[in-house]
């Protein structure tokens, strides 16, 4: 069954350093979406992209943040100056339509530290 | 803010026992969907709820959506070890932003 792939599963950063984190969506989906879970905390929803414009996000994916489909496959969350607090699990998920009936799919999250 | 309450947040009971999980919001959602999630891996999807009241089976497991498309229950039967994990409940916020709880820890002993 296809899959969303997340590339590196663990990066470790300093603070203020940029740095991107990658994903594959699945070949015929067309909505991507990144979240992230703070350790002990809830999933929480960042941002929806759409043809190759951003459709929603949230209070927490400020101008530190961008997102970028750079060809047909790869879709990439950049943090520009990471800070200590972006530490997190980054899963990116991928839908084929909006909707209930187009269940999003989770990939298996990057593990983002900042030191 | 829209806020999914998961109670319990931990649970831990012997194989062969039943349990309800639950789901609340003081927000209406146009569905409600459970995940499981496994260390080390993305949420996968279990179930989505859609009408208030409604009712789905996946085999040993029962989601149920409140009336008012509040909140809604996980109940499973005759829980056994491989139903160990963290279950998390979603709202569906407008096209396809979801809304998590917290999740439910939940253990079950041989």
């Known amino acids: 069954e296809p899959e969303v792939t997340q590339t590196p599963s663990h990066q470790v950063t300093q603070m203020g350093q940029e740095v991107i984190l990658r994903c594959v969506p699945i070949?015929?989906?067309?909505?991507f979406y990144w979240y992230r879970q703070i350790l002990g905390q809830k999933v929480e929803f960042l941002v929806s992209?759409?043809?190759?414009?951003?459709?929603?996000k949230s209070e927490i994916f400020d101008d530190q943040f961008s997102v970028e489909r750079p060809d047909g496959s790869n879709f990439t969350l950049k943090i520009r100056s990471t800070k200590l607090e972006d530490s997190a699990m980054y899963f990116c998920?991928?839908?084929?339509?909006?909707?209930?009936?187009?269940?999003?799919?989770f990939g298996n999250g990057t593990r983002l530290t900042v030191t | 803010t829209q806020l999914l309450e998961q109670s319990p947040q931990f649970l831990s009971i012997q194989e062969g026992e039943n349990l309800t999980v639950y789901c609340n919001s003081s927000?209406?959602?146009?569905?409600l969907q459970w995940y499981r999630q496994e260390p080390g891996e993305g949420p996968v999807l279990l179930v989505t709820?859609?009408?208030?009241?409604e009712v789905k089976k996946l085999k040993r497991l029962t989601f149920q959506f409140g009336d008012a498309r509040k909140d809604s229950s996980l109940h499973i039967t005759a829980a056994q070890p491989g139903d160990t994990g963290l279950y998390l409940c979603?709202?569906?916020?407008?096209?396809?932003?979801?809304?998590f709880g917290q999740g439910t820890r939940l253990t079950i002993n041989p």
């Open positions: 998920a991928s839908s084929v339509d909006r909707g209930h009936n187009s269940p999003l799919h």
């Open positions: 070949s015929n989906h067309l909505y």
């Open positions: 992209f759409y043809n190759n414009e951003i459709s929603e």
């Open positions: 927000s209406v959602f146009s569905s």
């Open positions: 709820v859609v009408t208030g009241g």
């Open positions: 979603a709202g569906v916020k407008g096209a396809q932003k979801l809304v």
